[in-house]
């Protein structure tokens, strides 16, 4: 969803949940956001997955705040994924030549 005042206000006058990314176009929120204590905040929940060739573990923290520069917002939650790439299979070794005599 756009992160966008007027969508929050309709879906809130209809008592629907909802959900928004914060970007750089919401400076005040996202430094609101930026301010929380989140290295106080206990982590909800971390899983590790690997596929393609990486390894990669993902971070949530939820917290709840009364009051947010977003309308009904009461809910900050911040993720974050650490990729790990795997390391390149060597390529296979060449058997040695016997040097002639």
Do not use: C
């Not at 928004?20 to 609101?32: A, E, H, S």
Request: hydrophobic content about 30%; cysteine-free.
């Amino acid at each position: 969803m756009h992160t966008q005042r007027e969508h929050a206000d309709y879906l809130l006058s209809r008592a629907a949940p909802y959900i928004v990314i914060v970007k750089g176009n919401q400076k005040k929120l996202r430094r609101q956001l930026k301010s929380l204590p989140w290295k106080d905040i206990p982590l909800q929940d971390r899983t590790n997955s690997v596929g393609h060739g990486r390894s990669e573990i993902r971070r949530i923290k939820v917290v709840t705040v009364n009051y947010l520069l977003f309308p009904g917002a009461r809910r900050p939650s911040r993720s974050n994924a650490a990729t790990l790439t795997a390391r390149p299979a060597r390529p296979p070794s060449r058997p040695s030549t016997p040097s002639p005599a």
